[in-house]
């Protein structure tokens, strides 16, 4: 969708001027596209989304692909859901949701690998109207970076 003066947030083009002056539209390259997003959101730290998650303040979701979680472990406590079936079963309102989707005030936290889709999936579940969820920067590296509890 361009809209005109493609170079505000919420624009999924951005506006260019070509050599005449004329402005032209062009596509949002991810790296934008990352940047755009993360506007709206509070990113965690490793060490604050553990504090979160141990004082039942935040519930941390991995949504790896099942060879990095066998490969680099697990999160102790942290729901385990496929970036594919996130939305369904994060959905308050959903009929395939998680038992810990219990309302659109729950404070997810989305761990991905190193932090990049994470920040997508939290968009889309502020779309849903989880309006606290976020994301873990530099994803699930990090947090073993920082010497935080893993599994397996």
């Known amino acids: 969708m361009a809209v005109s003066g493609g170079d505000r947030v919420g624009d999924v083009t951005a506006g260019v001027s070509d050599v005449s002056g ?9 790296d934008e596209l990352l940047d755009r997003v993360r506007l709206g959101l509070d990113r965690v730290e490793a060490d604050e989304a553990y ?3 141990t004082a039942g303040d935040a ?10 979680r066998e490969r680099d ?3 102790p406590g942290a729901l385990v859901v496929e970036r594919n079936e996130l939305e369904w079963r994060l959905d308050p309102q959903g009929s395939h949701r998680a038992a810990e989707a219990t309302s659109h005030d729950l ?5 991905c ?6 920040s997508l999936a939290a968009i889309s579940l502020r779309q849903l109207g989880l309006h606290r969820a976020t994301d873990l920067v ?15």
């Open 22 to 30: 004329s402005r032209i539209e062009r596509p949002e390259g991810i």
């Open 51 to 53: 504090t979160a998650a």
């Open 59 to 68: 519930l941390l979701v991995d949504i790896r692909y099942a060879a990095l």
């Open 73 to 75: 472990g697990l999160i």
């Open 107 to 111: 404070r997810v936290v989305v761990v």
């Open 113 to 118: 690998n190193e932090g990049y889709a994470s």
């Open 138 to 152: 530099g994803g699930f590296q990090a947090w073993k970076a920082a010497g935080l509890p893993v599994a397996g």
